[in-house]
């Protein structure tokens, strides 16, 4: 069973810094491109960032300069340092990969994390 497990929430004022990671695991062959998503409560989900298998990145502009992406790929593992923080920046955070499985290589599924809380005070 594939599943990713987010961890790194919680609450910090603003100005302050946090470090999501999301961490794969299952029957997995490959990696591709991992995401961070957020949602503020009764907004729609947005992508936040994204790095390639080839490590390429890229952010939504309202976080350019504040958070970066990174990837362990002998952790199956996707980071997202956040620093900066600000109010607006509150929201559940969902972390994605596109994964290539070790019993059905010739497809890519996307799976995602269960989300974690993200909460900064002004």
């Known amino acids: 069973q594939v599943q990713l497990v987010e961890s790194g929430g919680g609450l910090v004022q603003a100005g302050g810094s946090l470090r999501l990671s999301c961490a794969a695991s299952?029957?997995?062959?490959?990696?591709?491109?991992m995401r961070w998503y957020r949602q503020p409560l009764g907004k729609e989900r947005e992508l936040v960032a994204a790095v390639t298998s080839g490590g390429v990145t890229n952010y939504a502009d309202s976080v350019k300069g504040r958070f970066t992406i990174s990837r362990d790929d002998g952790k199956n593992t996707v980071y997202l340092q956040m620093n900066g923080l600000k109010p607006e920046d509150t929201a559940v955070y969902y972390c994605?990969?596109?994964?290539?499985?070790?019993?059905?290589?010739?497809?890519?599924?996307?799976?995602w994390g269960q989300g974690t809380q993200v909460t900064v005070s002004s």
């Open positions: 994605s990969a596109d994964l290539v499985l070790t019993l059905s290589r010739s497809h890519t599924y996307r799976y």
């Open positions: 299952g029957n997995i062959f490959t990696i591709n491109t």
